[in-house]
């Protein structure tokens, strides 16, 4: 089975602060992606990655930026969270055409 | 630009009834379509996908998806819901390249006992 893991289940932050979230796949797929989900908006896709050390902006970056040093591991980053970061954060890796999911991270910026 | 439609955001249906679900695709080429659930305060797990072949797809929880190309439309089926399908239900539109997926809003699935 795949697994897609996030390093936290729930975040609490204050505004202005840096913000990690880090994704884990073990699958060694190359295609690694971060959504954030809001009701009635669905997902949303902030950036995404084909391969270590390369990424792309998705729909929505602005505020965010990303890292992959490793291929397993895809972080994002909030330079400086602010409330209207207050969301769902779902990462995802691909294989074969197909995204899997890990369980989210939802972060509430104060 | 491609977009996926879910018209319903908001389905209730009684345990044991009949469900379908309906999605609509706008991308003119050949789709690769999905459907995923979210249980509350989960990630998201794929149900079934389209690339190819018969049009009629099976999935995992009794689930099953047909796509019509005239209609647009990729409906995920049930004949008979259990309480535990009550989620959120999303389809998705793959780019056949890149793997972007672009998603519906989502319908939100209520099952009443």
């Known amino acids: 089975d795949v697994k897609v893991t996030q390093s936290s289940r729930y975040l609490v932050k204050r505004t202005g602060e840096k913000v990690f979230l880090e994704c884990v796949q073990d699958?060694?797929?190359?295609?690694m992606f971060w959504y954030r989900q809001d009701p009635g908006l669905g997902l949303r896709l902030i950036y995404f990655s084909y391969d270590v050390k390369m990424k792309e902006k998705g729909d929505i970056p602005e505020g965010y930026s990303v890292s992959r040093e490793k291929k397993e591991r895809f972080s994002l980053i909030l330079e400086s969270a602010s409330t209207n970061q207050t969301s769902m954060y779902l990462c995802?890796?691909?294989?074969?055409?197909?995204?899997?999911f890990g369980p989210g991270t939802r972060l509430l910026v104060l | 630009a491609q977009s996926v439609t879910q018209p319903d955001i908001h389905i209730t249906v009684s345990e044991g009834a009949s469900l379908e679900l309906r999605c609509n695709y706008s991308y003119g080429a050949t789709p690769y379509l999905f459907w995923y659930v979210q249980s509350p305060g989960q990630g998201l797990q794929l149900l079934l996908k389209?690339?190819?072949?018969?049009?009629l797809v099976q999935g995992i929880k009794g689930f099953e998806a047909e796509f019509k190309r005239s209609q647009s439309s990729f409906n995920l089926r049930k004949p008979s819901v259990h309480w535990s399908d009550a989620a959120e239900y999303f389809c998705a539109d793959a780019n056949f390249g890149n793997e972007k997926l672009t998603f519906g809003t989502g319908t939100r699935l209520t099952i009443i006992p």
């Open positions: 995802a890796s691909s294989g074969r055409e197909t995204q899997y």
């Open positions: 699958m060694d797929h190359e295609n």
């Open positions: 389209y690339f190819s072949g018969d049009t």
